[in-house]
């Protein structure tokens, strides 16, 4: 529809009794420009809201507003809420945005927008939503609409945002609105907002708390007095106008300035004198302008243009003439006739469409809802069918015929079906899945024809999916039941079906689909489809009752496949996971791995998801290469951004990118990684995986950097402790609930939470240290009272940790085994960690390790080595960001007589030249002794300098040739 680049009609009512109101945005217009300097740093933003009875005057104040920020300079951006398009997403941000656009080339746009083009410009509708199975998710457009926003702005400061009608805007527009206004005053934007306060849907509660931001009340308009009344009416009628003529005035309309002004106006075109003897006229008047009176003055000006004034009601604001003419089923030159006596008659306003075009709006907002409500059922409901074949021919497509096909009585149409699914599409497609599900809801009424009413649900149930699965399953189920639905389509149902199962946890439901729809298969590739879906969702179910029978056919499955599709593929990337989860060597983890990653992956195929991917990342981590785990999450990023996918997708991958970085103990990157991911989770909704997956990271990271009180706050704030979700979640939230009990000295509690954490993972085969380090945190707390006992749990975990096999997880072991041992043992097996974990990427485990060795080494009267093993670990721990474990190095030193020397810091991604030496020997095959003589020096420092290098690559020896070929 047109967008009017002029103010209506009502901008002709005189300002009186508003002194304060314009005061307000004079000085919020001043602040936009600062000091006197008028330097940027002084530049002040805000928002600035207005609220008001139907009539009070917020239109013709807000009309003013956008005078004065013209007339001063400013970039004026106008929209306007409609009371008839509600339901259409994104009109009042494209009323905003589009004049600025419209002038512009379409590589002038793309220019402007950047690599946010294909994610907005559908929502602001400068190009037509793209076909095609993704979408943007919400919050990914609104990103993209804050980005423009504040392009916008920044090339065109100072600028002013003004919003009239806001009760009437739709939803997708207010929620970006309501979000965005806390920037206004950093970005030196002013936001005016206007709005009838009793009209605000009760949805609508950020426009609630939008008017009343900062606990600061809204402008609220009041009624004229009655000498503002007998200004208006003097300057109409005549001087001559008596005093009680116009306190008769002020009686009838209430002070209300529209009807004022519309009583003045018929009076001065009924020729009638303002003296006291008329009054009675004036109340006969009266009735004339609005109600019942309106409706009876519309229909003294004849059928046809009763027939105009109903089209142009049912077709909403700002409609060309052609397309009102065509609705009311006039003729050019009647619709021009009728057009012109309701214009005289101030119920029409003829104003200047965005493409130059002649548009028809109602003079004023009740007029338009008085004429509505006057036309009778029956003939609404056909001219609102009327009115989207008019759009559609007029080539305003499906999604602007869509919101009158929602006021039409089914009857079984095709041609509604069709409008309505490609208006649901282009919803979809423009990050408006509610709208998307309100129009395919109206579909399935009309209802389609049966060969289609499968294919409707299975759209319906997807546009369903993220907000609300547990009625997606309905749908899907109800599709599945259809008897007319092809195998494609089933198949893809399926799918749909198990994904909206999984995500509610029902996943051993979402299994034993996969493998009822397996056995009514006739095809072999659907069949292997689907097993690679079950293998996923048993893979994370909690109550799965045989682990090792799914495992042992899962590596059955993975001997006879090459990777050839993406299901092949995914079934490997399953394989490795599994590998990795039950402690298999490493070695057999990494070979899967690989193989699954050779044919490549997607990580926005909506079918078969982002899951196996991120697993497949995670077992390249856990396998000691957490580089390459980066390198795949980062393109995961790259992939989602590009999509507009910014809600639990980009969420999960943050949080895992600050699992990564914590493993390598990049701890403080870490903690930023998993803070943002944890946003994005909040914003969505609470109780959700992504924020189980950031609540356990979170944890863990905080606790590696010594900040316990700030980890109990977070427990605390996400209920931890409250109950543990059914899947399979890592960190596993019950260890990371116990090793927090640990720190906080609470040891019995800790060992009954990590004693059941044990039991849970052992009947799943789930074996390996590296994945849940349960046993060691475990053996941590019985070394305070059971050493026995701990030496026996921590001895278990090195046997799990070297069948594995990766040098980070066994050094792990090592340490926590030395301190259940005497101190002459432990001072070996301290040894050992360090060397092993020399050989990983964990920078903050061998910090640790450098630290128990060197206070080992101390106990054993070797202050010279204990010395240069906590200087070490120091200079670790901090680089590490792990404060209180450098703290405790410092402390030793300190307590031995050493003075903590000044820490050494180096780019922390750059090798030096010896590490580049060392690393490149190493990558050839050489070990530390070969790799000394050519660098003629000694293992000892060869060994130093290769851990530096798999600390700054993240990787470790055997993934060095691969990392210096990427």
């Given at each position: 529809?047109?967008?009017?680049?002029?103010?209506?009609?009502?901008?002709?009512?005189?300002?009186?009794?508003?002194?304060?109101?314009?005061?307000?945005?004079?000085?919020?217009?001043?602040?936009?420009?600062?000091?006197?300097?008028?330097?940027?740093?002084?530049?002040?933003?805000?928002?600035?809201?207005?609220?008001g009875?139907?009539?009070?005057?917020?239109?013709?104040?807000?009309?003013?507003?956008?005078?004065?920020?013209?007339?001063?300079?400013?970039?004026?951006?106008?929209?306007?809420?409609?009371?008839?398009?509600?339901?259409?997403?994104?009109?009042?941000?494209?009323?905003?945005?589009?004049?600025?656009?419209?002038?512009?080339?379409?590589?002038?746009?793309?220019?402007?927008?950047?690599?946010?083009?294909?994610?907005?410009?559908?929502?602001l509708?400068?190009?037509?939503?793209?076909?095609?199975?993704?979408a943007?998710?919400?919050?990914?457009?609104?990103?993209?609409?804050?980005?423009?926003?504040?392009?916008?702005?920044?090339?065109?400061?100072?600028?002013?945002?003004?919003?009239?009608?806001?009760?009437?805007?739709?939803?997708?527009?207010?929620?970006?609105?309501?979000?965005?206004?806390?920037?206004?005053?950093?970005?030196?934007?002013?936001?005016?907002?206007?709005?009838?306060?009793?009209?605000i849907?009760?949805?609508?509660?950020?426009?609630?708390?939008?008017?009343?931001?900062?606990?600061?009340?809204?402008?609220?308009?009041?009624?004229?007095?009655?000498?503002?009344?007998?200004?208006?009416?003097?300057?109409?009628?005549?001087?001559?106008?008596?005093?009680?003529?116009?306190?008769?005035?002020?009686?009838?309309?209430?002070?209300?300035?529209?009807?004022?002004?519309?009583?003045a106006?018929?009076?001065?075109?009924?020729?009638?004198?303002?003296?006291?003897?008329?009054?009675?006229?004036?109340?006969?008047l009266?009735?004339?302008?609005?109600?019942?009176?309106?409706?009876?003055?519309?229909?003294?000006l004849?059928?046809?243009?009763?027939?105009?004034?109903w089209?142009?009601?049912?077709?909403?604001?700002?409609v060309?003439?052609?397309?009102?003419?065509?609705?009311?089923?006039?003729?050019?030159?009647?619709?021009?006739?009728?057009?012109?006596?309701?214009?005289?008659?101030?119920?029409?306003?003829?104003?200047?469409?965005?493409?130059?075009?002649?548009?028809?709006?109602?003079?004023h907002?009740?007029?338009?809802?008085?004429?509505?409500?006057?036309?009778?059922?029956?003939?609404?409901?056909?001219?609102?069918?009327?009115?989207?074949?008019?759009?559609?021919?007029?080539?305003?497509?499906?999604?602007?015929?869509a919101?009158?096909?929602?006021?039409?009585?089914?009857?079984?149409?095709?041609?509604?079906?069709?409008?309505?699914?490609?208006?649901?599409?282009?919803?979809?497609?423009?990050?408006?899945?509610?709208a998307?599900?309100?129009?395919?809801?109206?579909?399935?009424?009309?209802?389609?024809?049966?060969?289609?009413?499968?294919?409707?649900?299975?759209?319906?149930?997807?546009?369903?999916?993220?907000?609300?699965?547990?009625?997606?399953?309905?749908?899907?189920?109800?599709?599945?039941?259809?008897?007319?639905?092809?195998?494609?389509?089933?198949?893809a149902i399926?799918?749909?079906?198990?994904?909206?199962?999984?995500?509610?946890?029902?996943?051993?439901?979402?299994?034993?689909?996969?493998?009822?729809?397996?056995?009514?298969?006739?095809?072999?590739?659907?069949?292997?489809?689907?097993q690679?879906?079950?293998?996923k969702?048993n893979?994370?179910?909690?109550?799965?009752e045989?682990?090792?029978a799914?495992?042992?056919?899962?590596?059955?499955?993975?001997?006879?496949?090459?990777?050839?599709?993406?299901?092949?593929?995914?079934?490997?990337?399953?394989?490795?996971?599994?590998?990795?989860?039950?402690?298999?060597?490493?070695?057999?983890?990494?070979?899967?791995?690989?193989?699954?990653?050779?044919?490549?992956?997607?990580?926005?195929?909506?079918?078969f998801?982002?899951?196996?991917?991120?697993?497949?990342?995670?077992?390249?981590?856990?396998c000691?290469?957490p580089?390459?785990?980066?390198?795949?999450?980062?393109?995961?990023?790259?992939?989602?951004?590009?999509?507009?996918?910014?809600?639990?997708?980009?969420?999960?991958?943050?949080?895992?990118?600050?699992?990564?970085?914590?493993?390598r103990?990049?701890?403080?990157?870490?903690?930023?990684?998993?803070?943002?991911?944890?946003?994005?989770?909040?914003?969505?909704?609470?109780?959700?995986?992504?924020?189980?997956?950031?609540?356990?990271?979170?944890?863990?990271?905080?606790?590696?950097?010594?900040?316990?009180t700030?980890?109990?706050?977070?427990?605390?704030?996400?209920?931890?402790?409250?109950?543990?979700?059914?899947?399979?979640?890592?960190?596993?939230?019950?260890?990371?609930?116990?090793?927090?009990?640990?720190?906080q000295?609470?040891?019995?509690?800790?060992?009954?939470?990590?004693?059941?954490?044990?039991r849970?993972?052992?009947?799943r085969?789930?074996?390996?240290?590296?994945w849940?380090?349960?046993?060691?945190?475990?053996?941590l707390?019985?070394?305070?009272?059971?050493?026995?006992?701990?030496?026996?749990?921590?001895?278990?975990?090195?046997?799990?940790?070297r069948?594995?096999?990766?040098?980070?997880?066994?050094?792990?072991?090592?340490r926590?085994?030395?301190?259940a041992?005497?101190?002459?043992?432990?001072?070996?097996?301290?040894?050992?960690?360090?060397?092993?974990?020399?050989q990983s990427?964990?920078?903050?485990e061998?910090?640790?390790?450098?630290?128990?060795?060197?206070?080992?080494?101390?106990?054993?009267?070797?202050?010279?080595?204990?010395?240069?093993?906590?200087?070490?670990?120091m200079?670790?721990a901090?680089?590490?960001?792990?404060?209180?474990?450098?703290?405790?190095?410092?402390?030793?030193?300190?307590?031995?007589?050493?003075?903590?020397?000044?820490?050494?810091?180096?780019?922390?991604?750059?090798?030096?030249?010896?590490?580049n030496?060392?690393?490149?020997?190493?990558?050839?095959?050489?070990?530390?002794?070969?790799?000394?003589?050519?660098m003629?020096?000694?293992?000892?420092?060869?060994?130093?300098?290769?851990?530096?290098?798999?600390?700054?690559?993240?990787?470790?020896?055997?993934?060095?040739h691969?990392?210096?070929?990427?």
């Amino acid at each position: 529809m047109s967008h009017v680049t002029e103010p209506r009609g009502g901008a002709s009512q005189p300002l009186l009794e508003r002194e304060v109101e314009i005061l307000a945005f004079h000085r919020a217009v001043d602040d936009l420009f600062g000091a006197a300097d008028r330097t940027v740093a002084t530049r002040r933003g805000g928002v600035l809201t207005f609220a008001g009875s139907p009539g009070i005057g917020k239109t013709t104040l807000l009309a003013e507003a956008r005078r004065h920020a013209a007339e001063r300079g400013c970039t004026v951006l106008f929209a306007r809420g409609g009371e008839q398009e509600r339901q259409v997403p994104f009109h009042v941000m494209r009323q905003l945005i589009q004049p600025t656009f419209a002038a512009m080339s379409e590589d002038e746009r793309r220019d402007v927008l950047g690599t946010w083009h294909s994610i907005v410009a559908p929502a602001l509708g400068l190009t037509a939503a793209p076909e095609g199975p993704t979408a943007p998710d919400p919050q990914g457009v609104r990103d993209g609409l804050d980005w423009v926003v504040t392009h916008l702005t920044v090339r065109s400061a100072p600028v002013v945002m003004v919003l009239d009608d806001a009760h009437w805007a739709d939803a997708e527009s207010l929620s970006w609105l309501t979000a965005f206004a806390a920037r206004a005053e950093e970005l030196a934007m002013l936001i005016m907002v206007a709005c009838r306060p009793d009209e605000i849907p009760a949805d609508a509660a950020s426009l609630r708390a939008l008017m009343g931001r900062q606990g600061t009340r809204p402008h609220e308009l009041a009624s004229l007095t009655t000498g503002a009344v007998a200004r208006i009416v003097r300057d109409t009628l005549g001087e001559s106008a008596d005093d009680m003529f116009c306190r008769e005035c002020w009686a009838i309309t209430g002070g209300n300035p529209f009807e004022v002004v519309e009583l003045a106006m018929k009076g001065r075109d009924r020729g009638l004198k303002p003296h006291q003897d008329n009054i009675p006229q004036l109340r006969d008047l009266a009735s004339d302008v609005k109600g019942s009176g309106l409706i009876d003055r519309i229909e003294q000006l004849g059928p046809s243009t009763v027939r105009l004034a109903w089209a142009a009601a049912v077709l909403g604001t700002a409609v060309p003439t052609g397309i009102v003419g065509s609705v009311a089923a006039l003729g050019e030159a009647q619709a021009a006739q009728a057009i012109d006596q309701l214009r005289t008659a101030r119920v029409l306003t003829v104003l200047t469409g965005l493409r130059r075009k002649e548009v028809v709006d109602f003079f004023h907002p009740l007029i338009a809802t008085a004429v509505y409500r006057s036309i009778p059922p029956g003939v609404r409901v056909a001219m609102h069918g009327m009115a989207a074949q008019a759009l559609v021919d007029d080539g305003h497509g499906a999604a602007a015929a869509a919101r009158h096909l929602l006021e039409m009585h089914p009857e079984g149409d095709p041609w509604v079906v069709q409008q309505l699914r490609q208006a649901a599409r282009d919803s979809f497609s423009a990050g408006a899945p509610d709208a998307a599900r309100r129009y395919l809801a109206r579909a399935l009424r009309e209802p389609p024809a049966i060969e289609d009413r499968a294919e409707v649900l299975f759209e319906l149930g997807s546009a369903n999916l993220l907000l609300d699965p547990h009625t997606t399953i309905n749908q899907l189920r109800t599709a599945l039941e259809e008897p007319k639905t092809e195998q494609g389509l089933r198949e893809a149902i399926t799918y749909r079906l198990a994904q909206a199962l999984g995500h509610t946890g029902q996943l051993a439901q979402a299994a034993a689909l996969l493998a009822e729809e397996a056995r009514r298969a006739t095809s072999s590739r659907t069949r292997l489809r689907m097993q690679a879906e079950q293998f996923k969702w048993n893979s994370v179910r909690v109550d799965e009752e045989n682990s090792p029978a799914r495992s042992r056919l899962l590596a059955q499955f993975a001997k006879r496949i090459t990777g050839r599709g993406l299901a092949e593929r995914h079934i490997l990337g399953l394989r490795a996971w599994d590998a990795a989860l039950r402690g298999e060597s490493a070695a057999t983890a990494l070979e899967y791995a690989q193989q699954a990653l050779d044919g490549g992956m997607s990580w926005t195929d909506q079918d078969f998801g982002f899951e196996v991917p991120a697993v497949v990342a995670l077992t390249l981590m856990y396998c000691d290469q957490p580089g390459r785990a980066e390198e795949l999450f980062n393109s995961a990023v790259v992939d989602f951004e590009s999509k507009g996918w910014r809600g639990a997708h980009l969420s999960f991958v943050y949080t895992l990118l600050g699992y990564v970085r914590y493993r390598r103990g990049r701890l403080a990157e870490a903690e930023d990684f998993v803070r943002n991911g944890l946003q994005i989770a909040d914003r969505i909704g609470q109780d959700i995986p992504a924020q189980w997956y950031a609540i356990g990271t979170l944890i863990e990271t905080l606790l590696a950097r010594g900040n316990v009180t700030e980890a109990k706050k977070v427990a605390r704030t996400y209920k931890l402790a409250d109950g543990f979700p059914q899947a399979v979640v890592y960190p596993d939230p019950q260890a990371v609930w116990g090793k927090l009990l640990l720190a906080q000295g609470r040891i019995e509690e800790a060992e009954q939470h990590l004693t059941a954490v044990g039991r849970r993972l052992d009947l799943r085969g789930t074996r390996n240290p590296s994945w849940s380090p349960w046993q060691l945190d475990l053996a941590l707390a019985q070394v305070t009272h059971d050493p026995a006992q701990a030496r026996a749990t921590a001895t278990e975990a090195v046997a799990r940790a070297r069948a594995f096999g990766a040098s980070s997880i066994i050094g792990h072991a090592l340490r926590v085994a030395a301190t259940a041992t005497d101190p002459a043992r432990s001072a070996v097996l301290l040894q050992e960690a360090v060397e092993r974990l020399e050989q990983s990427p964990a920078a903050c485990e061998l910090a640790h390790a450098l630290i128990d060795h060197g206070i080992a080494l101390h106990t054993m009267g070797d202050p010279h080595q204990a010395a240069q093993q906590l200087y070490r670990g120091m200079e670790t721990a901090s680089a590490c960001g792990a404060d209180a474990l450098a703290d405790r190095a410092r402390a030793q030193l300190a307590s031995a007589g050493l003075r903590p020397r000044r820490l050494y810091t180096s780019e922390q991604d750059t090798l030096t030249v010896a590490e580049n030496a060392a690393a490149r020997h190493a990558a050839l095959g050489l070990d530390n002794t070969a790799i000394a003589k050519e660098m003629h020096t000694d293992a000892r420092t060869v060994s130093e300098l290769l851990s530096a290098v798999f600390t700054k690559l993240g990787t470790d020896r055997p993934g060095l040739h691969r990392a210096f070929e990427s």
